[in-house]
Each structure stands twice: as structure tokens, then as C-alpha cells.
């Protein structure tokens, strides 16, 4: 059903955001068509794909400030919120990308990946309840037009009972030649997930979910145990751009670059003890075949530049995050990056999650004369780190990964510890699903046995 332009949308009452329907609602039976045109203009803008960036709106709030997870339940339920994860000494929740359905035929796949997300919440006991979903982007296929939302994110998550955050992907931010002024993705984005106060949005259409009150498309999360640095990668298919870059892309600002050096200074300065996670859409690492192998990389590479600039900064405020979380290219990939920081060697997992409904890619694709040679997991693929990178890594790995099913990531925070679970869609329980986990020492920044 696609979004109605209403005068005057029904509005929570004392202001206080809702997540999901009173009763649980079956699975949507109709998915707007989309125009022909949409198809042809996707075909037409392939080459702006990979020129045309987007400036960066900047935050309502100051760089060194902080998104609470209490505020984004709201003042009436947040403290209650916060108060049980608390108590029970640990948090979860979800992550992934790429859940967008561009035509009625990706659909089910990412009702499937909805659905089971929202069945884990409903599952779980209290204690063990995911408490938010961190969305990395590409929410709304094919360029996060006002009329598609409803099909393919409000209607999707109409029984997700829980926060939804996001950063925006370049398909919820590239702009069509000849969008009208207003119209612009980001513009759409922001009404629905960086709103002042939790309303309904025309997106919403008859459905209850209120708009997400992040403070922008880049922010903090905090939460108990976790904060999650969300950071914009900008617009083209490939690489993931963060800033200017000296007249690289003068379109862009270098806001966020001072936004992440502020965000780390903090937590240097707070001597924060919790996981500190980063998550881009574009990932830093996505695999490509070495020379001479067979086949060639899946369906996105490698942003070498943007995760330069994020050491940079790194190496600058003397803080490292514990993991990165990207999506982007349409698999799960998970590596470790073994580097010297400081004076220690510690372990990063770089994770990436872009298999949450809208396709599932091969890490490998066949080229011509030559079959496709698939990894072993657990190869050593060092030559992936780039010749500019700001850090020498002593090793990278890809430890596991997974490109034929859908999934999602259902991570664990505690005080000691931080578990990324990969999830396939598809088994019949919890414990059966998870395909795939890794463990970091907070403290050690280290891997850990599971
Ligand atoms: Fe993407």
C-alpha cells in the first residue's frame, strides 16, 4: 500500500514513540508495483553511480554528544528499559542491511529476514530480548523514494517491538537527476529516522511505528555496555566516501571526520570501559580474489580510502573500536584484522552483513576460462590490506563466511565481553540458526574462544 499524503496523521499520545502494532498482524499480502521507469532510470544512472555524492547534513547535536537508547524508547518506557538491561548484566540486539525489496519477487526474501527477527524478540525471554535493530543501510530500493517505504521497511517491521536505528546506504541516499527540491532520499530518510519527536510519518500509512529520533545519519548510540558510532559512506555503488578528501569530492563536508575524532576523544577522556563498535554501509573489506586465482571479487570491493581515514583518526585519539559492522555487498564476511596499536596486538573483527532480504550474492564470480576458486575459511588474505593503509596490519583473515543464505547478526554485549552471532534465516530455532560467532575481550581487545 504505498504512503497517502494526509493532512493531519493520528499521533501518539504524551508524545511517546511506538514500535509495533497493538496485535500482531499478518504478513502483507500486497507490494506496490513499482513503475516501469524505475527499472529504466536505474539502468540509465549507472554511470552517476560512481561520481554523483551527496552532501552530508549535519547533526542536530554537538560531535561529542551522545544518542541514548533511553531516549529512543521514550521517557515513559526508556528507564524501565535501561533499568532491565541493567539488571540483567548484558544487551543484545540485532543488525544488518540490505533488507530493501526493489521488486515484488525479493519480497519474500525479506519478509523472511523481518520475520524472523521479530520472532526472536517475541521468543526470547526478557533477559535475552534483542533491544534494538542497528540498520546498516539500504532500508529503501531502488533510492529510498517516499512512496516505497511502507512495502519495504513500515510494513516489513510492522511486529518488530523494539527500536529500529539506521544509516542511510547509497540506495536510501543517491538522488535521481530531476528530483524535485524536498524530495531529495535524505530528505525522507531524515523524516523517518531523524526526527525531532516520534510521529507518524506519511511513510507509515495506516501502520502504528513512530519515526526514529535519532539526532542524524551520522551518530552515536548508547546503550548500556555498547556504543555504536554510526558514520555516513555517501552515495556511490563503490567506494564508501566519508569526507571531501581536498577537493576529491567537493560536494561532500568533513563534518564526520571531526564528529569521529570528537567521539573518540570522549571515550578516551571518559575512559569508557564498554564495546565500542563502528558501522559504515560500505564495508573496508569485501572479498576479492587474489592475481592469478580464478573468478573475480562478489558485487562490491573494498573502501581502502575510507577506512584510511578512519585509522587515521583512530591512530590521532589513541582509541580503536572493538569491531566494525558494514553490509553493502549482498553476503556475511567476517574477518580479523591483527594489528599493533598502541602498545598492544589486538584482534578486529570486520564484519560484513548485507544478506537482510533484498539478495544473496557469491563471494566469488566465475570469470571467463576459469572457475570460480572459493576461499577456504580461515585463509590469510593479506594482500586485501591496501599499500596506503594508515595502519600495518600484522595479519588479515576471512575467518568465515556465508553467500547463499539470507541472515542477520544478534550480538551480545556485556561487561567483559562482546559476541557477534551471524544468524541464517530459515531453521527452526535460535540455537540452530546461528551459523557463525565471534568473541572479543573488552578489556584485551583480543578473540577470544566462544
Ligand atoms: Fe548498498
Given at each position: ?10 499521533q ?9 502494532e497493538?496485535?500482531?498482524t499478518p504478513s502483507?499480502?500486497g ?5 516501469p521507469?524505475?527499472?529504466k532510470?536505474?539502468d540509465e ?16 547535536i ?28 548484558k ?14 519477487r ?5 519478509l523472511?529476514v ?24 539500504d532500508?529503501?530500493?531502488?533510492f529510498g523514494?517516499?512512496?516505497y ?13 523494539a ?6 546506504g547509497?540506495h536510501d541516499?543517491f538522488?535521481v ?5 524536498g ?18 510519518t ?9 519515526s ?15 556504543r ?16 571531501n ?17 570528537a567521539?573518540l ?37 573494498c573502501?581502502?580510502?575510507m ?16 569491531a ?12 580479523t584484522r ?11 573483527p570486520?564484519i560484513v552483513c ?14 571467463k ?10 585463509s590469510t588474505v593479506?594482500?586485501?590490506e ?13 575467518e568465515k563466511?556465508?553467500?547463499?543464505n ?33 568473541t ?9 574462544s566462544n
Amino acid at each position: 500500500m504505498p504512503a497517502k499524503q494526509h493532512a493531519k496523521l493520528p499521533q501518539p499520545i504524551f508524545h511517546e514513540p511506538i514500535f509495533s502494532e497493538e496485535e500482531a498482524t499478518p504478513s502483507p499480502t500486497g507490494f506496490q508495483t513499482k513503475h516501469p521507469s524505475d527499472t529504466k532510470t536505474y539502468d540509465e544512472v549507472q554511470k552517476l553511480l560512481k561520481k554523483d555524492v551527496v552532501e552530508v547534513p549535519k547533526s542536530r547535536i554537538a560531535d561529542n554528544d551522545l544518542f541514548r537508547l533511553q531516549d529512543a524508547y521514550g521517557s515513559n518506557h526508556g528507564p524501565k528499559v535501561v533499568d532491565k538491561i541493567q539488571s540483567a548484566k548484558k544487551i543484545i540486539f540485532h543488525a544488518f542491511g540490505d533488507s530493501g525489496a526493489s521488486n515484488v519477487r525479493k519480497y519474500s526474501s525479506e519478509l523472511h529476514v523481518s520475520d524472523q527477527v521479530t520472532l526472536d524478540c517475541n521468543q526470547s525471554d526478557e533477559a535475552n530480548r534483542p533491544a534494538f535493530l542497528f540498520h546498516l543501510g539500504d532500508v529503501v530500493y531502488n533510492f529510498g523514494e517516499s512512496q516505497y517505504y511502507y512495502d519495504q521497511f513500515y510494513e516489513p517491521f510492522r511486529n518488530y517491538p523494539a527500536p529500529i536505528l539506521a544509516i542511510p546506504g547509497n540506495h536510501d541516499s543517491f538522488v535521481v537527476p530531476g528530483t524535485p527540491k524536498g524530495k531529495e532520499p535524505l530528505t525522507t530518510f531524515q523524516r523517518n529516522f531523524c526526527a525531532k519527536e516520534p510521529v507518524i510519518t506519511p511513510e507509515a500509512g495506516s501502520l502504528h511505528r513512530t519515526s526514529m529520533t535519532q539526532p542524524g545519519i551520522y551518530f552515536t548510540l548508547d546503550a548500556p555496555f555498547v556504543r555504536v558510532i554510526g558514520l555516513f559512506s555517501n552515495s556511490l555503488e563503490d567506494p564508501g566516501v566519508l569526507s571531501n578528501r581536498e577537493g576529491k569530492w567537493p560536494g561532500i563536508n568533513d563534518r564526520q571526520l571531526k564528529f569521529l575524532s570528537a567521539q573518540l576523544k570522549r571515550i578516551k577522556k571518559e575512559n569508557y570501559k564498554g564495546a565500542v563498535l563502528l558501522a559504515t554501509h560500505h564495508p573496508p573489506y569485501s572479498y576479492s580474489p587474489p592475481p592469478k586465482k580464478g573468478g573475480s571479487g562478489g558485487n562490491h570491493g573494498c573502501s581502502a580510502i575510507m577506512l584510511k581515514q578512519i585509522d587515521e583518526i583512530c591512530l590521532q585519539e589513541g582509541v580503536y573500536p572493538h569491531a566494525f559492522l558494514s553490509a553493502h555487498a549482498h553476503n556475511y564476511q567476517r574477518y580479523t584484522r591483527i594489528i599493533k596499536f598502541g602498545k598492544s596486538e589486538i584482534d578486529v573483527p570486520f564484519i560484513v552483513c548485507g544478506d537482510g532480504g533484498h539478495n544473496v550474492n557469491p563471494l566469488v564470480r566465475a570469470s571467463k576460462g576459469h572457475p570460480a576458486e572459493e576461499p577456504h575459511p580461515g585463509s590469510t588474505v593479506d594482500y586485501m590490506e591496501s599499500s596506503h593503509a594508515a595502519i600495518a596490519a600484522k595479519q588479515l583473515l576471512l575467518e568465515k563466511y556465508d553467500d547463499t543464505n539470507y541472515g542477520y547478526l544478534r550480538i551480545h554485549v556485556d561487561k567483559e565481553q562482546l559476541r557477534i552471532g551471524f544468524h541464517q534465516v530459515g531453521a527452526s530455532t535460535l540455537a540452530q540458526s546461528r551459523y557463525d560467532m565471534v568473541t572479543v575481550d573488552l578489556a584485551e581487545h583480543i578473540m577470544v574462544s566462544n
